[in-house]
């Protein structure tokens, strides 16, 4: 589990009201609080401090990630583009040159995250810079939010090393042709990266300049993803795809100013309820997965952003429902299962991690505070992850 979740940062530090380059889904104040606390060694807070620091002291070492690492031989034309592969896609060993690649749901190829790939160098640098800018919030120390700014320079500014905005050759599948829009989900991240922007912005650390680059280069993907065939092809996806989409949309377009769009996004978005949680709140259109326990949470990981970002716009994400079919639902199918006997009823390649929701937990004990279930789930997975990040900042 990353260590700058936005969804979970925001819940745990609250809505505060929007301004105009502020971060979307944090509370400095609280983050300033638990600065504080930090400086007087609360021992509650140690553990997920210490490692969190020990994340931020590993990125200081690594080096500067960039798009144009790929390896010789790597099928996009232009290094600029960025190229992964689909995950779950391997070579048929029926076809004497492999082609098409055929679907092993679960089984995560090698060369989907090897060095002809560049997902697993979006995901290194973001989530290295996410984890410097929080350990600067909290420790002040300059050398973070220094190495942070030069891997947001790196990736999407310098000429000779920035990406180009754009997913078109995300998640391919050699030997299958067409536009896909699967792809787009390799972004979600983007989100991530907004807050953490932000917080070197505000303080001092990211030159308005720079700033402004980056702010651009995020005008040119929204342009992409809101106009493109993979984007139009994304947002119809009924299953977790299409909701990561929305919060790319949605959040991007807050972050640009355009909060019509937004709240139109989010309103939009509120329409899969029914399509993805039956009445139970069974999400049915993942557990038909191999690994369907990770994707029953996984889908509903990027409802938390939709929820936060909703108290942003005046849109009640979590009340939204459609007859019998309600968001709180599929929270609460899934709390079920936590803490519990009650074995996961559908396919799991893998074993059963009951972690895998803890930000859905926290973010619903968030969004329905009179619900004392989803405060003991909550409760319960915080006190097995005493080094998340969570820790931090969540006042249980």
């Not at 029926?94 to 560049?118: C, E, F, H, T, Y």
């Not at 990736?155 to 050699?174: G, K, S, V």
């Not at 009823?345 to 991690?353: A, H, R, S």
Request: hydrophobic residues 40%; charged residues 20%.
């Amino acid at each position: 589990m990353s260590l700058f979740r936005c969804s979970v940062l925001a819940l745990l530090c609250g809505s505060a009201p929007l301004a105009f380059g502020a971060p979307l889904l944090l509370d400095t104040a609280q983050l300033a609080h638990s600065k504080q606390e930090i400086s007087q060694q609360n021992p509650a807070l140690m553990p997920a401090w210490q490692a969190l620091k020990h994340k931020a002291d590993q990125a200081l070492i690594h080096p500067l990630y960039s798009i144009t690492q790929k390896s010789p031989g790597a099928p996009a034309g232009d290094p600029h583009d960025y190229y992964s592969f689909s995950d779950y896609w391997w070579p048929d060993p029926k076809s004497p040159d492999g082609l098409p690649w055929v679907r092993k749901d679960g089984q995560i190829n090698p060369v989907a995250v090897g060095k002809q790939s560049d997902k697993a160098r979006l995901n290194s640098m973001t989530d290295d810079v996410c984890n410097l800018a929080l350990a600067w919030q909290l420790s002040g120390k300059d050398t973070y939010a220094d190495k942070a700014r030069q891997q947001l320079v790196n990736w999407f500014i310098t000429p000779e090393t920035r990406m180009t905005p754009n997913l078109a050759h995300a998640q391919t599948i050699p030997g299958r042709k067409g536009v896909r829009g699967t792809g787009i989900l390799d972004g979600r991240g983007f989100v991530r990266l907004i807050d953490a922007i932000e917080l070197l912005h505000d303080g001092g650390k990211l030159d308005d300049k720079t700033w402004r680059s980056l702010r651009q280069w995020y005008r040119d993907y929204y342009q992409w993803l809101t106009t493109s065939e993979n984007g139009q092809k994304e947002a119809a996806a009924e299953n977790n795809h299409g909701t990561w989409y929305d919060v790319q949309a949605a959040a991007i377009a807050l972050w640009l100013g355009d909060k019509v769009a937004a709240k139109q996004r989010l309103i939009s978005a509120t329409q899969r309820i029914p399509v993805q949680f039956d009445a139970k709140g069974v999400p049915v259109t993942e557990i038909e997965r191999t690994r369907s326990w990770h994707y029953s949470n996984f889908i509903l990981d990027a409802w938390n952003p939709l929820g936060l970002l909703g108290e942003k716009v005046g849109v009640n994400v979590w009340q939204a429902k459609s007859g019998e079919h309600s968001l709180q639902n599929g929270y609460l199918y899934i709390a079920q299962f936590v803490d519990s006997q009650t074995p996961w009823p559908y396919p799991n390649i893998e074993p059963f991690k009951p972690d895998e929701a803890l930000e859905n937990m926290v973010t619903a004990a968030h969004a329905w505070r009179e619900n004392n279930t989803f405060k003991d789930k909550a409760q319960w997975l915080l006190n097995r992850n005493k080094t998340a990040v969570i820790n931090l900042i969540a006042q249980p």
